[in-house]
């Protein structure tokens, strides 16, 4: 996009929403067995920034990687199955949806923490080679930018002028620690003192990543070198589906039930710190709890940032949503169809 | 003698053992919550948090091993130990050897491992036979909760590194959060006498290197570890119904390994069975394979091992993982074969 199309970026953000939630719902229903990280609350940032990615660009991924994927155009009943374990996913089912890869978008995706770094590095090195113009992009949380393989992969992008475009989603929590507590400087700071320009944004405002990401594309892709985007979000979910921090508001008396009795042992077991600390220790925890309630319910939704610009045509919005809408409710009929025929997932 | 699950024996271990030395502490990703138990009664000192940062934090732990705490640094998955595996390989392995034996490394190195509930080829590994390969440090694999209770304890008695691996499918607690998620319409294949179990009344360390012959038999051994232990029992039940008497050894220890326990028992039934959830290339079933060739024994031989990547699909990776049908397949097989000579 050489300008700006809010519908287009809607139509991406909405796409990965229904999606996303579809997927939720296969989750919900025992069809996705283990772990489930949605980008729910990242779509702005993934929108702002793919859409405006040419052919040949690479993209490294970390565990939330099905929204990108849909945003890039991967073939959707390929990306579901794959998240539900059937032979017909994107991977024949091997992958799960922490390991997506797709050799058609370079798309290549990690379970391990910070290693989306090194990979983006290495298909920048790739495109810098062959003189290509292309860049590579990685998406990572703020908890990623305290793992050693991020930080030497931010120096190595300055050193070789790697076209790298750092794209870091700050939500302010790694699973249950505060990211604050754990680490020094801001992600903006960090890069900046590595000698890599950056900035720092509110990543659920789609227009300020997609100008941003406008104006850095066309210098990385003529003169090289990488940049950095520090962008705020929110996860509604937590860290991923059943997060245990929120299973706490969402069923505090069968989460409590369960935790209560040990905890009381724990205050009042004859060794460990004085009773005043363990009762603060506690109350630390049960903060946290607390805390865990604000993504839920102050949930910073990057399509309420879109309302404004999408007033002016209210018909042309519900266009679009129907299409989507339709178009998803046709897939999913197909892929439930297909996961209760095979009972690959979890349930069985 | 009480009623405990195995993630909570491990922790009443943990305790247990706090309490009586100040010098023990844990640290990782998230204790504070993970542990909150721990956390709560001993405080953010002795139960410290983390940044994502696993080769300094355990790097850390190595050098404060060696000043006098003897942490327990947690790896949430063995899979990340890739990301820290300096820490492991080149220092806490190696610095009583360079010391001339002068200088001790009381760590523990914590980490949760395996697979059998859907999560995928990066982080359901087990990878003891990586660390068992590397002198200088002890490898435990509890079983249930009274061997991941005692083991724990004599990891924390040792005066060398210590990797301790509690599986995920034998672990409550690791179960629910990376497994169910809270659900109730996901059914994992989870052994009853492995996830609960009686505890003794006194804790005591396991003695570090020596295994536990589970069940006595005669005409075929199973020798295991963590949950495929659980495995082999169900497949000697089964085997028992077809007049074959089998013999499962529990190893609890990767390294040191019981040679004795392995050859005694191989000695006498000439049939050999590894089952090793680990990947089955130059890992624990070839080296068990080699002690029973060096002392001479005459046995048929068989293993039923991870061969590849883990699959995410749970049907491929019920088939991938040691099961049930594929040990009772294993054994009918070798006694099939004419006896060696």
């Known amino acids: 996009m050489s300008e700006v199309d809010v519908w287009k970026l809607y139509a991406l953000m909405f796409q990965s929403r229904r999606i996303e939630e579809s997927i939720k719902e296969l989750w919900d229903q025992g069809k996705v067995p283990g772990e489930m990280h949605l980008g729910i609350g990242e779509e702005a940032i993934y929108a702002g920034v793919l859409s405006q990615l040419i052919e040949g660009d690479a993209v490294a991924l970390d565990h939330r990687g099905t929204g990108p994927m849909v945003m890039r155009g991967v073939n959707l009943e390929n990306l579901i199955l794959e998240c539900a374990g059937h032979p017909d996913g994107l991977g024949k089912g091997q992958g799960g949806h922490m390991h997506l890869f797709s050799k058609d978008h370079l798309m290549a995706s990690s379970g391990i923490v910070g290693s989306s770094g090194p990979a983006a590095a290495g298909f920048a090195l790739a495109a810098q080679t062959k003189k290509s113009r292309n860049i590579a992009v990685a998406f990572f949380g703020e908890g990623a930018l305290n793992q050693g393989m991020m930080m030497e992969s931010m120096n190595l992008a300055v050193a070789w002028q790697l076209p790298?475009?750092?794209?870091?989603?700050?939500?302010?929590?790694?699973?249950?620690?505060h990211s604050k507590e754990m680490t020094g400087a801001t992600p903006l700071d960090r890069a900046k003192a590595f000698g890599m320009n950056g900035v720092a944004i509110d990543g659920t405002d789609v227009m300020t990543v997609w100008s941003i990401v406008h104006e850095v594309l066309p210098i990385m892709r003529e003169k090289g070198g990488p940049y950095f985007?520090?962008?705020q979000c929110d996860h509604p979910q937590g860290h991923f589906l059943g997060d245990p921090l929120q299973r706490f508001i969402k069923d505090p008396l069968k989460e409590f039930g369960k935790s209560t009795g040990p905890l009381i042992k724990a205050v009042l077991a004859v060794h460990g710190t004085r009773i005043d600390k363990r009762l603060a220790n506690l109350g630390k925890i049960l903060s946290l709890i607390g805390q865990s309630r604000a993504p839920m319910k102050n949930f910073q939704d990057p399509f309420l940032k879109m309302q404004q610009a999408l007033a002016a045509d209210g018909t042309k919005r519900s266009e679009i949503e129907?299409?989507?809408?339709?178009?998803?409710?046709v897939l999913m009929n197909k892929i439930e169809n297909k996961l209760s025929s095979a009972m690959i997932g979890g349930a069985h | 003698m009480k009623t405990m699950k195995f993630g909570e024996a491990i922790e009443r271990a943990l305790a247990f053992a706090m309490e009586r030395d100040k010098n023990i502490i844990i640290i990782g990703e998230d204790v504070h919550t993970l542990r909150a138990n721990l956390?709560?009664?001993f405080g953010r000192e002795r139960v410290r948090s983390t940044p994502i940062s696993e080769s300094a934090f355990l790097g850390a732990g190595v050098t404060a091993a060696m000043a006098g705490l003897h942490p327990v640094v947690e790896i949430m998955l063995v899979d990340f130990t890739a990301v820290c595996f300096d820490a492991i390989l080149n220092h806490a392995a190696k610095v009583n050897f360079f010391s001339g034996g002068s200088w001790t490394v009381?760590?523990?190195i914590?980490?949760?491992?395996?697979?059998?509930?859907?999560?995928?080829?990066?982080?359901e590994q087990c990878l003891w036979g990586?660390?068992?390969?590397?002198?200088?440090?002890s490898v435990a694999v509890p079983s249930n909760p009274a061997d991941a209770g005692g083991l724990m304890l004599a990891a924390l008695n040792a005066d060398h590194p210590v990797i301790y691996l509690d599986h995920k499918m034998l672990n409550e607690a690791w179960l629910d959060y990376m497994g169910y998620g809270g659900r109730s319409n996901v059914k994992f294949d989870v052994p009853k006498d492995g996830i609960q179990g009686q505890i003794p009344d006194n804790w005591e360390p396991l003695p570090i290197g020596q295994a536990k012959i589970c069940r006595e038999g005669r005409d075929v051994t199973l020798i295991s570890l963590g949950i495929s232990v659980h495995r082999c029992i169900s497949a000697a039940e089964e085997l028992q119904k077809q007049n074959i008497s089998t013999e499962v050894i529990d190893l609890r220890w990767v390294r040191p390994l019981d040679k004795k326990a392995i050859i005694s028992s191989v000695q006498k039934t000439g049939v050999l069975v590894v089952v090793d959830e680990d990947y089955e290339n130059c890992g624990l079933s070839g080296e068990i394979s080699a002690i029973c060739?060096?002392?001479n024994l005459q046995f048929r031989f068989g293993r039923i091992c991870t061969q590849t990547t883990i699959p995410f699909a749970r049907a491929s990776e019920d088939e991938t993982l040691p099961n049930v049908h594929r040990i009772i397949n294993m054994v009918q097989k070798l006694l099939k074969k004419d006896k060696v000579v």
């Open chain 1, 322 to 329: 129907k299409r989507i809408n339709q178009d998803i409710m």
């Open chain 2, 293 to 295: 060739n060096e002392a």
């Open chain 2, 110 to 123: 914590r980490a949760s491992c395996g697979g059998g509930y859907g999560d995928g080829g990066q982080h």
């Open chain 2, 130 to 137: 990586i660390f068992a390969h590397i002198p200088g440090v």
């Open chain 1, 229 to 231: 985007i520090a962008a």
């Open chain 2, 106 to 108: 009381p760590l523990v």
């Open chain 2, 39 to 41: 956390y709560t009664q």
């Open chain 1, 164 to 177: 790298v475009l750092f794209v870091c989603k700050d939500n302010n929590w790694a699973i249950t620690t």
